[in-house]
């Protein structure tokens, strides 16, 4: 089985049943049985639900954490000494801090990475 490491905006889609993206969302989800994500995606979901829906922010970290669990999420861990190759990739790439985070922790496990965001594609995610 292939391991899929999906970014924040899959999530998004997903759980705010995005119009235009989530059909894509779903599809990945249901043809991903090993399911990873950076220990930072659970934080950006609640800024950017917070954002979107403009629900409480305990309600949100609920659903997340209701949603995470029933997929069987597994978060990657990023040690500080890992950091440096984070901030390389930053520099190699022009990126924003949050996506070379992503794309070091899919790497970090072999994953292949499942993302709509245009600077990840550009690293080889998947949409």
């Known amino acids: 089985m292939v391991k899929r490491y999906l970014d924040v905006n899959v999530f998004v889609y997903y759980l705010i049943d995005d119009l235009e993206f989530s059909s894509r969302a779903v599809y990945w989800i249901e043809r991903t049985n090993d399911f990873y994500t950076s220990e930072i995606t ?22 997340i954490s209701e949603v995470f669990e029933g997929l069987n999420v597994k978060f990657v861990h990023l040690e500080p000494y890992e950091l440096k190759e984070v901030y390389e990739t930053i520099k ?31 690293l080889g995610a998947k949409f």
């Open 42 to 63: 659970f934080f950006q979901l609640i800024v950017v639900l917070k954002y979107l829906t403009k629900d409480d922010e305990k309600e949100i970290m609920r659903k």
């Open 92 to 122: 190699r790439n022009n990126l924003d801090f949050e996506d070379p985070i992503h794309y070091y922790c899919s790497r970090k496990i072999n994953a292949e990475m499942i993302s709509n965001d245009s600077d990840l594609k550009k």
